[in-house]
């Protein structure tokens, strides 16, 4: 997946009431560290 999907997904979870808020330095190293596998997220 790419950077900009992966944050996507991140920040806007497909459960409503479960709010995430993550820091922009946050979404880079998640996709760093899982190089945006799909199964990683």
């Not at 920040?11 to 993550?22: G, H, R, S, T, V």
């Not at 979404?27 to 899982?34: E, F, G, H, K, V």
């Amino acid at each position: 997946m790419t950077s900009a999907a992966t944050h996507q997904i991140l920040a806007n979870p497909a459960i409503e009431d479960f709010p995430l808020d993550y820091t922009p330095e946050a979404l880079n190293l998640i996709y760093t560290l899982t190089s945006g596998q799909p199964y990683l997220l």
